[in-house]
């Protein structure tokens, strides 16, 4: 081979797709525009340049990234869907079977459609969680936070709407249990539970109501988020950059071509997760029961897996707390995170601190502890009801009950403050951290070990 061959060569599957774009026999000129083109392509998302410090996996975790192919996945795979369903039942159901056993590939598109919108909820949380982790929401970062925030609420949004379209028993029931969750809202729960519905009951309504916002409103909203958000982290100042424990400030690094170097990471990253995904979808088929039969419910109910942490509070509580007051509390504490932790020092370091992190893996540790010993104490010996029986039960049974669990967390608070000397975002990170797992925790009881009845049971014991 030439040594002018040898030159030509393309050197990356950046530089090989860029030369498929922009093929050999034109003038220069025009060659010379179009790679002008191709380029501008990628960095209309990327700056020019970017620290080789935000390459790191173990920092980012490629999780944003992440979250972006597997949107595209579900946008692909959701346009192919659509020409093989139809939003009325029973035909929906019907056209489910039609799509695996008569549709070239139906069953593996549907396969990958089915689980890239379940990771993407474990993706998008955990990237929230990453970047609450290393302080990376603060200002001037706090707008991209409640977007990231608003995208998370909205791909829940997808994922319970698409629950609902192969119209078979586990999503009837599902979607059933889930929107009851809506009527507990004060005033307005009952008229939003019917307007969601389409009338009083899950119905063929119900899944034209789920279908149009599935197609139409969630994917615009989110796909519209998305490309704000992306646009906000390059006018924020690019990715925060990782810093250790010791460091007073962001260590000077090195900055390195976006072309081809951040290319060809995430062009590797994304055909990675796409095998993987691909084999998975391959091996595992998405789950699909009898058709939808409103006379035979199931036994457990069981909201969604993402709703389930929900569903096992309304078990322990009064519904107004566990379905509106907890998470109302929840979503305003996290949409206010970037305006009362703002200390930029500690932006880039997991976990603010050496003491953070003890902090941290503390709170972790009791909230394994503490969640499930509440659960069953609850289940077996609590009975607040009982105890206070000429009480409403808005207080027997969910303002006293939350107002003794709350008083544990806010003492434990003053101890930090005053055995650690813990500042405020040390308070925050552990606060945070310890509501996080116990809920995950409640997230894995209601998944596992609540048989018929919703009673708690061993499941590996029959």
Do not use: C
């Not at 962001?250 to 062009?267: C, D, F, M």
């Amino acid at each position: 081979m030439t040594e002018n061959s040898n030159e030509s060569a393309p050197k990356s599957i950046f530089e090989r797709m860029r030369q498929r774009l922009v093929p050999e026999g034109i003038p220069d000129d025009d060659r010379g525009r179009m790679r002008m083109v191709v380029d501008s392509l990628v960095l209309h998302l990327h700056p020019t340049k970017v620290p080789a410090s935000t390459l790191r996996w173990t920092y980012t975790w490629g999780l944003g990234g992440l979250s972006a192919v597997l949107l595209a996945i579900l946008a692909l795979t959701g346009i192919i869907l659509l020409n093989n369903y139809t939003p009325s039942a029973p035909q929906a159901y019907l056209d489910i079977l039609e799509l695996r056993s008569n549709v070239w590939f139906g069953e593996l598109v549907r396969n990958l459609h089915h689980w890239s919108a379940n990771l993407l909820i474990v993706i998008a949380v955990l990237h929230l969680v990453r970047v609450f982790a290393t302080g990376s929401y603060r200002p001037p970062r706090e707008l991209n936070w409640l977007l990231g925030v608003a995208m998370l609420v909205l791909i829940l949004a997808a994922n319970f709407t698409g629950y609902l379209l192969p119209w078979d028993q586990l999503a009837y029931w599902a979607v059933t249990v889930g929107t009851s969750i809506i009527s507990y809202v004060p005033l307005v729960g009952e008229w939003l539970t019917r307007l969601a519905l389409g009338g009083p009951e899950v119905g063929a309504n119900t899944l034209l109501n789920f279908y149009s916002m599935h197609i139409s409103f969630i994917p615009m909203a989110v796909f519209g988020i998305m490309s704000f958000h992306f646009w906000r982290v390059r006018k924020d100042g690019g990715l925060t950059q990782p810093k250790g424990v010791d460091d007073l400030e962001v260590p000077k690094s090195e900055r390195i071509t976006t072309i081809p170097n951040l290319v060809r990471k995430e062009a590797l990253f994304a055909v990675t997760w796409i095998a993987a995904l691909l084999v998975f979808a391959m091996l595992i088929p998405a789950p699909l029961e009898g058709i939808a039969n409103p006379d035979h419910s199931p036994n457990p109910a069981k909201a969604p897996w993402y709703f389930l942490g929900l569903q096992e509070l309304l078990l322990h509580f009064h519904p107004l707390v566990a379905g509106v007051i907890l998470p109302g509390l929840a979503g305003l504490g996290i949409f206010l995170l970037p305006f009362f932790d703002v200390n930029p020092a500690s932006v880039g370091v997991y976990f603010r601190s050496r003491r953070g992190r003890g902090l941290t893996a503390l709170a972790a540790g009791l909230a394994v502890i503490l969640t499930p010993a509440w659960v069953l104490l609850d289940e077996f010996l609590l009975d607040w009801t009982a105890w206070l029986p000429a009480w409403p039960t808005l207080l027997s049974n969910g303002l006293i009950p939350l107002a003794v669990l709350l008083l544990p967390l806010i003492l434990l608070d003053e101890w930090m403050v005053k055995s650690f000397r813990a500042d405020t975002e040390e308070r925050v990170i552990f606060i945070v951290t310890f509501v996080f797992v116990a809920f995950l925790i409640l997230t894995i009881t209601g998944i596992f070990f609540r048989g018929p009845g919703m009673i708690l049971y061993w499941p590996w014991v029959r």
